[in-house]
Nanobody
Framework: QVQLVESGGGLVQPGGSLGLSCVAS????????MGWYRQAPGKERELVAR???????NYADSVKGRFTISRDNAKNMVYLHMNSLKPEDTAVYYC??????????????WGQGTLVTVSL
């Protein structure tokens, strides 16, 4: 079993900043790509940003220049730092990982989600 636990969501004013963290635990052999997705009310889940084990990143166009994804491989953690937040960034943010477990099975795991609300 591999689990992801997110933290750091909350309420922030437009233009503010917020950081999210996600830690992976359990029967992990390798963590390949880790990423953040979000789902706003009435919308489909969408990719926000992801980072490979080599540090290659890609971002949704809507967050480029405002959000930064990073990871700490030694701690099995991925982070999302969000600047210049807009009301349209309001969503539940989910951590995601692609990897291999200790039985050498490919796995994809989702966190439980953390709510980010951008509002006055």
């Amino acid at each position: 079993q591999v689990q992801l636990v997110e933290s750091g969501g909350g309420l922030v004013q437009p233009g503010g900043s917020l950081g999210l963290s996600c830690v992976a635990s359990g029967s992990i052999f390798t963590l390949n790509t880790m990423g953040w997705y979000r789902q706003a009310p009435g919308k489909e889940r969408e990719l926000v940003a992801r980072i490979t084990s080599f540090g290659t990143t890609n971002y949704a166009d809507s967050v480029k220049g405002r959000f930064t994804i990073s990871r700490d491989n030694a701690k099995n953690m991925v982070y999302l730092h969000m600047n210049s937040l807009k009301p349209e960034d309001t969503a539940v943010y989910y951590c995601n990982l692609l990897g291999v477990d200790r039985s050498y099975r490919s796995l994809e795991v989702w966190g439980q989600g953390t709510l980010v609300t951008v509002s006055l």
